[in-house]
Antibody, heavy 122, light 111 residues
Framework: QVQLQESGPGLVKPSETLSLTCAVSGYSISSGYYWGWIRQPPGKGLEWIGSAYHSGSTYYNPSLKSRVTISIDSSKNQFSLKLSSVTAADTAVYYC???????????????WGQGTLVTVSS | QSALTQSASVSGSPGQSITISCTGTSSDVGSYNLVSWYQQHPGKAPKLMIYEGSKRPSGVSNRFSGSKSGNTASLTISGLQAEDEADYYCCSYAGSTTYVIFGGGTKLTVL
């Protein structure tokens, strides 16, 4: 059974960098699929942040692209999110998820982490 | 690019059928058969219910079905049950620049 678990600070100061890690169990990241991040501000809808492939390919939401980096550490079977220059608008529950390729295989998120709330506040 | 458009809320009685719509453009929903639907209960992670417009993952009830016409995708839930009460989100591939876009979500209330 594929499982994903987010971890990282629950509180980040404005202008600093938000850093989260997603540990994957039950599946080897280097075996395929894309690995991504989706966020949900309190009481609002889902927003895709970006996705990465183990080969190094990355895709980012154009509205966040200048501030986002997603990287994969296959040796630890985990992937990470860095979002720089955060403001209160970045306060959200952040989910990590596995997705299929949008170029061949359906473009859907089939396994999700439980989510972690990150609050941006001084 | 703006989020896909979903009605804010829909309701139905147990046993009835309801349909949730998801309207995009010719750059996303209308151009690709890559719409997925997610169910989210309060405080929980989203769950995949439909992918590629109309396919159900293993374990998802056949009461859930998906379709598409032009720039609008739809999720139909038949034989409503209390456990179906949740938020539902559509998602579509939107081309190589935007990549993926979600709808604003629809809150389903089972009366």
């Amino acid at each position: 059974q594929v499982q994903l678990q987010e971890s990282g600070p629950g509180l980040v100061k404005p202008s600093e960098t938000l850093s989260l890690t997603c540990a994957v169990s039950g599946y080897s990241i280097s075996s395929g699929y894309y690995w991504g991040w989706i966020r949900q501000p309190p009481g609002k809808g889902l927003e895709w942040i970006g996705s990465a492939y183990h080969s190094g390919s990355t895709y980012y939401n154009p509205s966040l692209k200048s501030r986002v980096t997603i990287s994969i550490d296959s040796s630890k079977n985990q992937f990470s999110l860095k979002l720089s220059s955060v403001t209160a608008a970045d306060t959200a529950v952040y989910y990590c998820a596995r997705s299929t390729s949008c170029y061949c295989c359906g473009c859907f998120f089939d396994y999700w982490g439980q989510g972690t709330l990150v609050t941006v506040s001084s | 690019q703006s989020a896909l458009t979903q009605s804010a809320s829909v309701s139905g009685s147990p046993g009835q059928s309801i349909t949730i719509s998801c309207t995009g453009t010719s750059s996303d929903v209308g151009s690709y058969n890559l719409v997925s639907w997610y169910q989210q209960h309060p405080g929980k992670a989203p769950k995949l219910m439909i992918y590629e417009g109309s396919k159900r993952p293993s374990g998802v009830s056949n009461r859930f079905s998906g379709s598409k016409s032009g720039n609008t995708a739809s999720l139909t839930i038949s034989g409503l049950q209390a456990e179906d009460e949740a938020d539902y989100y559509c998602c579509s591939y939107a081309g190589s620049t935007t990549y993926v876009i979600f709808g604003g979500g629809t809150k389903l209330t089972v009366l």
